[in-house]
């Protein structure tokens, strides 16, 4: 069984044109056994058809391909923008690493670890020792 909420959207769709004949014919007989549709059907014949006609007149479609492309375009922009910003922000925490880096004498510091550095002298005392000649030769 139909319920009234049905009958109620049908009304709607009879009075904007949309509806099928089978579904006119559903709701007619629905309206003559219902007190609140029998109104319904009075406005629908009358101003509500009117209005929907005069609305299908002035109504006219244009399809917009502009305003997929601005959001394509702003998108776009953002992107790059945050993509400049994050590039900045790097250049800018590096170039201050680089500061304190530099500021601690690190790179002298590191050059003297790599450089060799010659060994220092030391004295290194030795003793000779001489055995004496075996009498075989």
Not at 39 to 50: F, I, S, T
Request: aromatic residues 6%.
């Amino acid at each position: 069984m139909l319920t009234h909420d049905y009958f109620e959207s049908l009304c709607g769709a009879i009075a904007l044109g949309e509806a099928s004949r089978p579904e006119r014919a559903l709701f007619l007989l629905h309206a003559r056994q219902c007190p609140v549709c029998i109104e319904d059907v009075a406005l629908c014949d009358g101003e509500l058809r009117a209005l929907a006609q005069g609305a299908r007149e002035r109504e006219r479609w244009q399809p917009s391909v502009r305003d997929a492309v601005v959001t394509r375009v702003h998108e776009g922009q953002s992107r790059s923008r945050r993509a400049v910003l994050a590039g900045l922000g790097y250049a800018f925490a590096a170039s201050v690493l680089l500061n304190v880096v530099c500021s601690l004498g690190l790179p002298e510091r590191l050059a003297a670890a790599f450089v060799p550095q010659p060994a220092p002298l030391r004295v290194i005392a030795y003793v000779v020792v001489r055995a004496p000649r075996l009498p075989s030769h």
